[in-house]
Structure formats: C-alpha cells, structure tokens
C-alpha cells in the first residue's frame, strides 16, 4: 500500500525546516452523542459568563438547553448588553450583573467562568480567573500568540484548574462523521488539505452595540488578528484533528483589501499553507468578500478524497495509474450531512465542559489543542509580515 511507505515529503522551498522532536499527540474521537435531556453530571455548575455580545447572545440560547450548567452571573462594561443576555435565560436564578471581572471573579459561589470577549483579552481573564480558583471555557482562539498560549498553561498548571477551549466543531456530529470517514474507512494518511472560508462580510454590529467611544475590535489586526483569527481557527482546528499531528511551518499571505462597509486595519483575506510534521500539508483561503461563490473543503488522502459540500460528505476512493489497484476497493458514498443528527457541538461542548468539572471526563478541546491552533493562526501573521516561511519552533 502506498501509505506504508509514506513518510515526510520534501516541500519545494520549505527543506531545512525538519519539525525534529515534535511529538504527534493523538486526539480522542468521540461517538456522536445524541444530546441528553437528563442530566449526566452530579450536580449544576454555576457559570459567569464575560462578555455579553453577539457570541454570548447564542452561547445563552445554547446554555439554556444545558441542565449541567446554570447562568448564575454576566459580566460586560456595557451595562445593557448584561440586561439583554439575562432577559435571555430561560431557567436557574435571576442572573447578577455585575461591570468588573474582578468582581465577578469574587463571587464564591461560581465554579466557572465562560470567556466570550475580544481575542485580545482572553490572555489575562483567563488567567484571572483560573488562578481565582474558577474553572474555564473560553471561545476560540485560545489567545493572540504562542506565548500568551504558554502563559495560560503555566496557570493551568499552577492552579490544577481545568480550561477548555471554544473550538465548537469537535464536539459536532459533522466533524466527528468527517473524522471517522478518514480514521475508518481505509482512505489512508491524509496527504493535502484544501479549506476555505470565503464569505460575505462579517457581521456590522447593531450602534447600541459598541457605542460611541467604544472600539469595535473585530476591525483591529492587534485585537483580533484577523480573518485567519477569526474565521480560519474553526477548519484549522478541525484539520489539526483529522490530521493528528504537529503543524511545522507556515507560509502566508494576507492583507487588507477593505472592500467593507467599514474601515478596517484587520486582514480581509488570507492564504495559509501548513507543512505537518507527518507530511501532510494543509491549504487555507479566506476573505470576507464572497458574495455568492462556493468552494469545498477537501481531504486529499493516500486511497481517496474526502469533501464536504453542498449538504453532503463525499468520499471517493481510488488511485493513481500505475499503483496497485485495491482488489477489494470500497463503494464510493456520498452520506447526507444531515444523517449527522442533531449535534452542532455548540451545546455538547458545556455538557462536556460540565462532566470535565464533574471528573468524569478530560476538558476537549484542551489548552495544547488550542495552542496547535495558535501556532498557525500566529505563525501565518509573521509568515505574511516577514514574508518567509517560519518554523513553528520560532513561536516559542
Ligand atoms: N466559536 C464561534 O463560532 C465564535 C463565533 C463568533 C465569535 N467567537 C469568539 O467570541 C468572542 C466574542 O466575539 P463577539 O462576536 O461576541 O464579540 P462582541 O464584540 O460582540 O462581544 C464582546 C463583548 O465583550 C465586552 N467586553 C469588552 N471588554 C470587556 C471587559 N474588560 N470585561 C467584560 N466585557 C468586556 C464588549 O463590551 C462586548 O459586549 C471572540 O473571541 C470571537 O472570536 C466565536
């Protein structure tokens, strides 16, 4: 078979920057779960959550499906969103609002904090509050650099508080189908990866929403680092797990077209390529000013290919002319996404997080799986700014 003899290909102008000493680490693939409307933990686990904007206002729809989990406490520095996100809340208490995150870290009564603000705080908050002595679940990307990454683990470390990340799609019945298509139906190693997000402008924001005086930080490269940030992190983190292995370089190009309704100094487009330390090598595009045009995200493996598109997972085998032909090669198949019942990862992700509390289960995705993404969506900054390939090792 040809994987067997797959080993780390030679990239064209990346040689020399071998990933030596880098670990594959394995991730668990998790059987769907069909969502559970008897509580699976031993008691309810208050959370306070930080800030009440767009996410938040669908994290507390999700939450309010979640028994494991009460809303106890918000917390935002514009009051009126924290009104908007309790008036939300189906179940439990009458959240308490409160301004300052030192405040709600002081509530005795929270097991967690849940982190939904800008990219660029959720460095020290989540340090804050895991050395508060409070539990953590914040929204992707774990952090803005490979060094914040490392602060926010040393505190995990120091606090033997657990931190789960935001990266939703592990917890999706899509992605897990996905994994399993390429764990188990003999298409072997992954060898290239083509993924996309082109769309329509993000979201403009209500003007209630950051009034004036208030930055809208999704505009700002140092605050949010833009579309790879943004975007990107969410099939770069499931690429992470269908590829199940270190990322080593990165090269990339992005900038700002600003074809927007509004001024910007966040990047608006990106192509990102990854070398893993396998060999596999991921390509990603995304821009913010797709209005209508489609592409599919495409496994290319040793025995096959696998795409999601068009409501559909389609997995196609065969090999090049020339190899062996497989006597017994599987039937093509092309499986309805929907047959992926119900999970969008958006609620299993806190009944997981509420289990991890409870020790019955390991926070997933957890802070290394957050770093893995860090280390491209930063290493493709550096990689467009400095205009060279880097070496994840130069992150630190
Ligand atoms: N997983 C996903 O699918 C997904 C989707 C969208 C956004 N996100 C992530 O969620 C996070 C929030 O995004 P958003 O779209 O809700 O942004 P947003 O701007 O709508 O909301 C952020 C909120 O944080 C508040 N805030 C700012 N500083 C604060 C502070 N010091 N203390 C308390 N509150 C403060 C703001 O006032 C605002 O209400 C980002 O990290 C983003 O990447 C994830």
Redesign the pocket.
């Known amino acids: 078979m040809a994987d067997k003899n797959f080993s780390r290909r030679n990239f064209i102008g990346l040689t020399g920057l071998a990933g030596a000493g880098l670990a594959l680490s394995g991730n668990p693939l998790m059987a769907a779960e069909a969502p559970s409307t008897v509580m699976q933990t031993s008691r309810k686990f208050k959370m306070g959550l930080?800030?009440?904007?767009?996410?938040?206002?669908?994290i507390v729809d999700e939450l309010n499906s979640v028994q494991e989990i009460e809303m106890t406490a918000f917390?935002?520095?514009?009051p009126h969103?924290m009104k908007l996100r309790a008036d939300q809340v189906k179940t439990g208490v009458t959240p308490r609002l409160v301004?300052?995150?030192d405040d709600?870290l002081k509530m005795p009564e929270l097991d967690c904090i849940a982190?939904?603000?800008?990219?660029d705080?959720?460095r020290d908050?989540t340090i804050a509050a895991l050395e508060a002595g409070k539990h953590v679940w914040?929204?992707?990307?774990m952090a803005l650099t490979v060094a914040e990454c490392n602060d926010i683990i040393g505190a995990v470390g120091r606090t033997g508080k657990l931190l789960q990340i935001?990266?939703?799609r592990r917890h999706s019945a899509r992605e897990k189908g996905l994994v399993d298509a390429i764990r188990n139906k003999s298409l072997g190693q992954v060898l290239q990866s083509s993924l996309f997000d082109y769309r329509g402008d993000w979201?403009v924001?209500a003007a209630d929403?950051?009034p004036p005086g208030?930055t809208?930080?999704?505009l700002i490269q140092k605050l949010?680092g833009g579309v790879v940030?943004?975007m990107g992190?969410?099939i770069i983190d499931v690429n992470n797990w269908v590829v199940d292995s270190e990322p080593v370089s990165i090269s990339s190009l992005q900038g700002v077209n600003n074809f927007t309704l509004r001024k910007r100094d966040s990047s608006d487009y990106a192509g990102v390529l990854v070398e893993y330390a396998n060999g596999s090598m991921m390509n990603y595009g995304g821009n913010v000013y797709s209005y209508g045009a489609r592409a599919y995200d495409t496994w290319f493996c040793v025995n096959g290919t696998v795409q999601i598109g068009e409501g559909t997972l389609s997995i196609r085998y065969g090999l090049p002319p020339g190899v062996p032909t497989q006597t017994t090669r599987p039937e093509n198949e092309d499986i309805p996404l929907r047959s992926f019942q119900g999970a969008s990862g958006?609620s299993e992700q806190f009944r997981h997080f509420a289990k991890a509390m409870d020790g019955k289960e390991k926070p997933y995705p957890d802070a290394f799986m957050g770093r893995r993404c860090v280390q491209i969506l930063e290493g493709s900054l550096w990689a467009a700014a400095q205009r060279r390939v880097i070496d994840v090792r130069e992150l630190g």
Do not use: M
């Open positions: 930080v800030g009440c904007g767009n996410r938040c206002r669908q917390c935002d520095v514009i969103k301004e300052k995150v709600l982190i939904l603000t800008a990219n705080l959720h908050i914040c929204e992707k990307p935001g990266h939703q979201r924001p929403e950051f208030t809208y930080w999704r949010s940030y943004e992190a969410h958006e």
